[in-house]
């Protein structure tokens, strides 16, 4: 054991001694320069299987708003511990005339929940009842989110767009490396959260091709009946006769109730560029326009590309935006949020009087701003483009990997966990480590606080960028460093992608690193400024995928090297 330890110690310093070279314009190595180009339309996602099928449905005639629907459903079909019909997510888009909007397809409680749900009678958290098996699953939302997107934007039949969905899942996809080690490491826990084998718990190896009869019929059924397939009849009853006996609660008024929901997305300007991301119920763009338009005051291009002046800056940021979404955000719909005094300009230059580059501000002695008002782990992100120069990001999530690992043999799908998301136990952190209070309290039908950060970007009025990822808490910072990355640093979108990441977020202290990216001397020196630096445990921060418009109109698309992630475009 000593040995192994040591090393491994050896490894790491050999590692940093290797890495601390003189700086590059671009730290990291072995990345291509430039991703696919397009000179239309182009779809990056999670599998080259989805991104096809969007880009064959635009090929076609279908707009982005088509392409979403065969991406997602696709997804669900040859990426299900993240794509699913059992989950939900957020879309943000931007028409070809320039107008922004948001679709909310977020899980909710269900009736039958309360406050104190995952509390015993001496109210300690029974941690895995919110992560495993039948109480912790949220009202599915994507199947409504989908319809809903159709209805107002799409272009193409429904039955036409979810054809080759139905043909993946019927004659199925090819496993890569990474998805079989993948399904092969959860086959076990499959086992034992189900009681019973299924098409999940076989073992599998790279090339196997996987065919998923049961979920081809289930959305042969959505696609012949329309969303009431889903909601209210014969899936749902499976559905919930399926929960109940898993130990759920949600009902078949829980379906029937269940609504996808228009928002206003948040927009703010970072410089010269109009960012557009997603509002609550998820945290995401209100904490990367408070980090971004708190960095907004520093010269980080001037600092350079993750040196220690750079990561201090963005870690401040976050360290304070963090504590402020743990005070502040949850479901619009039952709290008052105040948008406006946690985005203004005095209150964000204030919230930094405590900052110097001398060292670290201790986040126990940082908690939430004082406003004057009332007041996977797998998720995936596709970004979409389109001829017609309409734009979308969606994420979408089970929460962790597979969700609940709950699985329905008959209807094909995985369950989410999402209702981890809420804050079970005030000031116990959840799957993410993030600490939540009263404003992500368990209620009846209420949604739950998301990380999750589609975000599109505008230059000179233009459409310039679509981006997001999965990466529960680090979802929020792998997009804007992804954003600085192309506008500070002047990378490529795939240089900008595969860039190494780090994260903070107020709680734990810790500024996590991707493991071996960063050099020794910078972590070697935020240390002696009193950051706690992890450069241990993080194998990869988030997976991003984006599209960059190019000045002459042409699509580069950026799809992250750290998974099977792929761009197709026409
Ligand atoms: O909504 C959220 O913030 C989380 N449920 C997202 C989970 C996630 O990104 C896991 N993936 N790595």
Not at 75 to 90: R, S, T
Request: hydrophobic share 35%.
């Amino acid at each position: 054991m000593k040995k192994k330890h040591a090393l491994l110690s050896l490894c790491i310093l050999l590692c940093f001694w290797q890495c601390d070279s003189p700086k590059k314009e671009i730290s990291h190595s072995t990345t291509a320069v430039l991703g696919l180009i397009s000179q239309k339309a182009m779809v990056v996602s999670a599998r080259e299987e989805a991104s096809r099928i969007g880009s064959e449905i635009m090929q076609q005639g279908g707009n982005a708003f088509d392409a979403m629907v065969a991406t997602e459903m696709a997804l669900a079909v040859c990426y299900p511990n993240a794509g699913n019909l059992g989950g939900g997510g957020f879309m943000v888009y931007r028409t070809h005339r320039g107008e922004v909007g948001a679709l909310d397809y977020r899980e909710k409680a269900p009736l039958r929940a309360n406050r104190d749900m995952y509390l015993d009678e001496n109210k300690k958290y029974l941690q895995d009842k919110s992560k495993t098996g039948g109480l912790a699953v949220g009202v599915p939302g994507t199947i409504a989110g989908i319809f809903k997107a159709h209805k107002r934007f799409g272009s193409l039949p429904m039955q036409t767009i979810l054809r080759p969905v139905i043909l993946l899942a019927k004659n199925g996809f090819k496993i890569t490396e990474k998805q079989a080690k993948q399904f092969n490491d959860y086959s076990a826990v499959f086992k034992q959260v189900n009681q019973e084998n299924s098409i999940y718990t076989k073992k599998f190896k790279a090339g196997d091709v996987f065919k998923n009869e049961a979920l081809a019929n289930t959305l042969q059924q959505i696609s012949d009946n329309g969303r009431s397939a889903f909601y209210q009849d014969e899936i749902a009853k499976t559905l919930v006769a399926y929960l109940q006996k898993n130990g759920g609660i949600i009902s078949l008024k829980d379906l029937d109730n269940y609504q996808a929901i228009w928002r206003e997305p948040i927009v703010f300007n970072y410089k010269d560029l109009r960012i557009i991301s997603m509002s609550p119920p998820s945290s995401g763009g209100i904490c990367m326009a408070q980090i971004l338009k708190t960095t907004a005051n520093y010269p980080i291009a001037q600092y350079g590309h993750n040196t220690t002046k750079t990561i201090q800056v963005l870690t401040e940021a976050q360290r304070r935006a963090y504590a402020d979404r743990s005070h502040y955000l949850g479901d619009p719909d039952f709290i008052d949020i105040p948008v406006d005094s946690l985005l203004s300009d005095a209150y964000l230059k204030g919230r930094m009087d405590s900052f110097s580059f001398e060292g670290a501000t201790p986040s126990k002695e940082l908690t939430h701003g004082a406003i004057s008002q009332a007041e996977s782990t797998e998720t995936t992100h596709y970004s979409i483009i389109d001829s017609y120069g309409n734009a979308i990001a969606v994420t979408t999530t089970l929460n962790a990997s597979f969700g609940s690992k709950l699985y329905n043999k008959k209807l094909g799908f995985f369950l989410n966990n999402e209702m981890d998301d809420f804050s079970a136990k005030p000031g116990t952190p959840n799957l993410f480590g993030l600490i939540g209070g009263d404003a992500n309290a368990i209620a009846p039908q209420k949604r739950m606080l998301s990380s999750m950060t589609p975000t599109l970007v505008e230059k000179d009025n233009k459409l310039w960028m679509t981006l997001g990822t999965p990466g529960g808490s680090t979802i929020i910072t792998s997009v804007l460093q992804t954003i600085l990355n192309v506008y500070e640093f002047n990378m490529s979108m795939q240089q900008a992608v595969d860039a190494p990441r780090f994260h903070h977020q107020w709680l734990p202290d810790i500024v996590k690193v991707e493991a071996t990216s960063f050099d020794a001397k910078t972590i070697k020196e935020l240390e002696n400024k009193g950051y706690v630096v992890d450069y241990k445990n993080a194998s990869s921060i988030g997976r991003v995928d984006a599209i960059l418009v190019l000045s002459d109109g042409s699509l580069e698309g950026g799809a992250d090297k750290r998974g099977d992630d792929t761009a197709v475009g026409f």
